[in-house]
């Protein structure tokens, strides 16, 4: 079976540079929290805990990848005592942000839905409840990781195995006494998560998109419409693309304890990208593609008309002018249509 050795150093290059644009990108999209306060939304702020554990993911992974633990390695024996305490302090901070950063993607499509929901539009009214949804999503996306990560880690599987290898330490689930790989442990350490966050994510954006579409049919304004659309769509769209490849990876290992480089090699690349990504492809969509985080990046470094920038880009301001959650999480309305008063106010909490 193919491993990250010197056979696919490639693979180790390409990921590497993932990495660090997952840094780079979960850092912008914490500086545009700190320093714009118009874009400091609750959803934004959800989106900043999934940032900073994107930053930890693609942190965590990049040092795997610059240590090598493969050279390390001698076949049917542990990495060395200086290693292996490293490597496990490696693998755990990468398996936690891991969870908790596809948890707080989930968190983010219910707050999502809440909002633009109808049927519990009333909930989202509450001026308690916005504060109340992300300190239990704290909970959750912090607690539950961690419980998941010490159980891995008080067993044994947290390390470095060439076959389990991914590049750095992670989730072992090769057993050396009977010679396979142990599925619960992928299961419940990774993929069991995975599948519902998967589900969970699809259903919820799927749904908010279909109930925005229904509250601005009389909105003529086919634009903006599709420009909602496609971001709602690339949400989940991006996430499942991310995040399946190690799915299939964990299935075609339980199928086969063999299975063909060729088709091995493939999924590491699209393994290793897939779980070292999440930040950059946050950053591409909810920078890059953000009218409004663009601008203010923009102006803020060319410094154009700076008294009427101050003014306008860094005091609170009301974000209930625009006829579509997405110009909320786009920042991209123009306030020239008024938004159903029934998700006006809850508008305002949707990340530009």
Same mark, same amino acid.
């Given at each position: 079976m193919a491993t990250y050795g010197d056979e696919n150093i490639g693979v180790r290059v390409v990921v590497g540079i993932v990495c660090i644009l997952t840094i780079l990108g979960s850092v912008v999209i914490i500086i545009s929290y700190l320093c714009f306060r118009s874009l400091r939304t609750k959803a934004r702020l959800i989106l900043v805990h999934i940032s900073v554990m @994107?930053?930890?993911v693609g942190a965590s992974n990049l040092v795997g990848l610059l240590v090598f633990y493969r050279y390390y390695n001698v076949p !049917?024996?542990?990495l060395p005592p200086s290693l292996d305490g490293f490597c496990k302090f490696q693998a755990f901070v990468a398996e936690y942000a891991t969870l908790s950063s596809v948890l707080w993607t989930v968190s983010l499509g219910v707050y999502i839905y809440i909002l633009v929901s109808p049927a519990i539009v009333t909930l989202a009214l509450d001026k308690t409840f916005h504060t109340r949804f992300v300190r239990a999503s704290c909970a959750l996306s /912090?607690?539950?990781?961690l419980v998941v990560t010490l159980w891995l880690l008080l067993t044994g599987r947290l390390g470095y195995s060439p076959e389990d290898s991914a590049g750095w330490c992670t989730v072992v689930t090769f057993n050396n006494a009977t010679g396979r @790989? @142990?599925?619960y442990v992928s299961f419940i350490g990774y993929d069991l998560w995975m599948y519902l966050a998967i589900l969970l994510i699809?259903?919820?954006?799927?749904?908010?998109r279909l109930n925005l579409r229904n509250q601005m049919m009389y909105v003529n304004r086919t634009r903006d419409r599709s420009m909602s659309d496609y971001k709602f769509a690339l949400i989940p769209i991006i996430f499942l693309f991310l995040r399946i490849w190690t799915v299939i990876q964990s299935l075609l290992l339980e199928a086969s304890s063999s299975p063909p480089d060729w088709l091995v090699v493939p999924l590491? /690349?699209?393994t290793g990208i897939g779980d070292s990504a999440q930040g950059f492809? !946050?950053?591409?969509? +909810?920078?890059? +593609?953000?009218?409004a985080v663009r601008e203010a990046f923009l102006q803020s470094v060319t410094c154009k008309s700076c008294r009427? /920038?101050?003014?306008?880009c860094l005091s609170p301001k009301p974000l209930c002018v625009a006829p579509f959650a997405d110009s909320q999480i786009s920042g991209e309305g123009n306030g020239a249509f008024p938004t159903p008063p029934s998700i006006c106010r809850n508008l305002q909490d949707i990340p530009p």
């Amino acid at each position: 079976m193919a491993t990250y050795g010197d056979e696919n150093i490639g693979v180790r290059v390409v990921v590497g540079i993932v990495c660090i644009l997952t840094i780079l990108g979960s850092v912008v999209i914490i500086i545009s929290y700190l320093c714009f306060r118009s874009l400091r939304t609750k959803a934004r702020l959800i989106l900043v805990h999934i940032s900073v554990m @994107d930053l930890a993911v693609g942190a965590s992974n990049l040092v795997g990848l610059l240590v090598f633990y493969r050279y390390y390695n001698v076949p !049917n024996s542990p990495l060395p005592p200086s290693l292996d305490g490293f490597c496990k302090f490696q693998a755990f901070v990468a398996e936690y942000a891991t969870l908790s950063s596809v948890l707080w993607t989930v968190s983010l499509g219910v707050y999502i839905y809440i909002l633009v929901s109808p049927a519990i539009v009333t909930l989202a009214l509450d001026k308690t409840f916005h504060t109340r949804f992300v300190r239990a999503s704290c909970a959750l996306s /912090y607690g539950l990781p961690l419980v998941v990560t010490l159980w891995l880690l008080l067993t044994g599987r947290l390390g470095y195995s060439p076959e389990d290898s991914a590049g750095w330490c992670t989730v072992v689930t090769f057993n050396n006494a009977t010679g396979r @790989d @142990d599925a619960y442990v992928s299961f419940i350490g990774y993929d069991l998560w995975m599948y519902l966050a998967i589900l969970l994510i699809t259903v919820l954006y799927v749904a908010s998109r279909l109930n925005l579409r229904n509250q601005m049919m009389y909105v003529n304004r086919t634009r903006d419409r599709s420009m909602s659309d496609y971001k709602f769509a690339l949400i989940p769209i991006i996430f499942l693309f991310l995040r399946i490849w190690t799915v299939i990876q964990s299935l075609l290992l339980e199928a086969s304890s063999s299975p063909p480089d060729w088709l091995v090699v493939p999924l590491l /690349y699209l393994t290793g990208i897939g779980d070292s990504a999440q930040g950059f492809a !946050n950053a591409v969509l +909810f920078v890059c +593609f953000t009218k409004a985080v663009r601008e203010a990046f923009l102006q803020s470094v060319t410094c154009k008309s700076c008294r009427k /920038y101050r003014q306008r880009c860094l005091s609170p301001k009301p974000l209930c002018v625009a006829p579509f959650a997405d110009s909320q999480i786009s920042g991209e309305g123009n306030g020239a249509f008024p938004t159903p008063p029934s998700i006006c106010r809850n508008l305002q909490d949707i990340p530009p």
